[in-house]
């Protein structure tokens, strides 16, 4: 957040404002549980189709494995009982994005901290920041407390992208939405089509899930977590 | 690399075995369960009353249209209706309603008609098109006087499933919806037994559980209390599925 310069290792930084951390934890049960609850739906009908329709005489673009009982919510497949934690958590998930994306307009989260500079999207910076990403260096020794280019691609793709896919294929699914907002369908052609994208959107947010808390243990778990639940944050050593 | 899978591996651990323990408090699991009453008030919030649900062109329609559920209620009662080809059937319709009577298959085809080409989404997630036509639910139950003032309309089925009578119901507002039909005719044909003969309803907004098949009497009601187990169908009263099934 606040880009000060030359800040010497161990000096504290506070680094997210209560409302991003509130809404990263929000966010992270969400997702647990919509993943767990929606992998539980998946079993119901484990195939995937492109287009309008789609069903066990048609062609499958996707044969989905069963996924197993520890990955699902509940364990032991029960469709009504997953369904009711996915669609209570899908409205956790869309109001709490909705707010998180009107507060970070407002007090300039966005436009500060995830604004790609003059710069950044070159081939030479990108190129730099994957070697430093390799050589597990994270911070920029001038502006230690700003995301790198990797970091703002990442959390970009999944807040303006990924998240916005998987809510709105979501409604595309839905009978009651296609009636209220028919142009869902025209937008992703078609509800099986939809449900096609639903399913891959949340293997994407899986993978930088994956990759988020991979990065964090590399960063360093105290420092990071801290910063995370308390805003403090301290620039690491070189 | 080991303790950090263990950590992972044991706090979803936890989250699962917590999330199996939460649905079994009573107050958790109403919380949980409220979602429903949240999806239909934002849904008809912004729907509006008479918003169709999508209807397709003739070549868009699924090559095969997967029967589900009950493919043949099989009972003595049915059996001796189909093999009179339903000269016999009659559709008793009643409760709160000024003039509660029955209707004869020929009744029901002499009513003006929709014909609509919709989209059935079963709650498992796949979907099928198909054309369907009969007269507006709407129609049926003004014939009867059914009163403005109930509050739902229950339809019971020829079938048991699971050896219980099948039945669902919907609210008013579905109930005289312009799509809202009791289909007589699947593609262009009279309904096979497969798909629901001989009478079946569409509600077009909602998921395929709520599309009664074997409809065999329909009753309008102020209350779901004392019907069944109470929850307003067979799928809502044994597995938990939401009555109200627009998502």
Request: net charge positive; aromatic share 12%; hydrophobic share 45%.
């Amino acid at each position: 957040m606040s880009l000060s310069m030359n800040a010497p290792p161990g000096t504290p930084l506070y680094r997210h404002r209560w409302p991003t951390r509130l809404w990263h934890w929000v966010n992270a049960i969400a997702i647990i549980i919509l993943i767990g609850s929606g992998l539980g739906i998946s079993n119901a009908h484990p195939r995937l189709y492109w287009g309008q329709y789609g069903a066990n005489f048609d062609y499958a673009w996707a044969s989905l494995p069963r996924f197993p009982a520890w990955l699902t919510i509940p364990a032991s497949y029960n469709l009504a009982i997953s369904r009711r934690w996915h669609l209570f958590f899908a409205l956790v998930l869309a109001f709490g994005l909705l707010a998180y994306m009107i507060v970070s307009v407002v007090n300039r989260h966005f436009q500060r901290d995830l604004r790609f500079r003059r710069g950044d999207l070159t081939r030479t910076s990108l190129w730099a920041d994957i070697r430093a990403h390799l050589d597990f260096r994270f911070h920029d020794p001038e502006h230690p407390g700003a995301y790198n280019v990797l970091q703002k691609l990442s959390y970009v793709g999944i807040l303006f992208i990924a998240l916005p896919l998987v809510i709105l294929t979501g409604l595309a699914i839905s009978p009651g939405m296609d009636a209220a907002w028919p142009w869902l369908l025209d937008l992703f052609g078609g509800r099986q089509s939809a449900r096609s994208i639903h399913f891959l959107s949340m293997a994407a947010i899986a993978l930088f899930t994956v990759v988020h808390l991979v990065l964090v243990i590399l960063a360093g778990v105290g420092n990071e977590l801290r910063s995370i639940v308390t805003g403090w944050w301290k620039v690491p050593g070189e | 690399m080991i303790a950090r899978r263990t950590l992972i591996a044991g706090g979803a651990g936890l989250m699962l075995a917590g999330c199996e323990k939460v649905v079994q408090v009573p107050a958790a699991r109403a919380i949980l369960f409220a979602g429903e009453d949240m999806h239909r008030g934002l849904q008809r919030a912004l729907q509006g009353r008479d918003a169709l649900a999508p209807e397709y062109r003739r070549d868009q329609m699924s090559p095969i249209f997967r029967a589900n559920g009950t493919f043949n209620p099989n009972t003595p009662d049915y059996n001796a209706l189909v093999a009179d080809k339903f000269a016999g059937y009659r559709l008793a319709v009643g409760g709160l309603a000024d003039a509660p009577r029955s209707f004869t298959l020929v009744d029901l085809a002499s009513m003006p008609a929709r014909r609509q080409i919709t989209r059935h989404d079963c709650v498992e997630g796949w979907s099928a098109i198909g054309e369907w036509q009969g007269p507006l639910l709407g129609t049926v139950l003004k014939a009867a006087g059914v009163w403005r003032s109930a509050r739902y309309v229950v339809f019971r089925c020829f079938d048991l499933y699971g050896g219980q009578p099948y039945y669902e119901s919907i609210d008013l507002v579905d109930a005289f919806h312009p799509q809202t039909i009791l289909a007589l005719a699947m593609n262009g044909r009279a309904l096979d037994v497969a798909h629901g003969a001989p009478v079946r309803l569409r509600v077009e907004r909602q998921l395929g559980y709520k599309h009664a098949k074997y409809v065999q009497s329909i009753e309008a009601v102020a209350t779901l209390d004392g019907i069944g187990k109470g929850k307003g169908g067979y799928w809502e009263d044994n597995v938990d599925y939401d009555w109200y099934a627009g998502i």
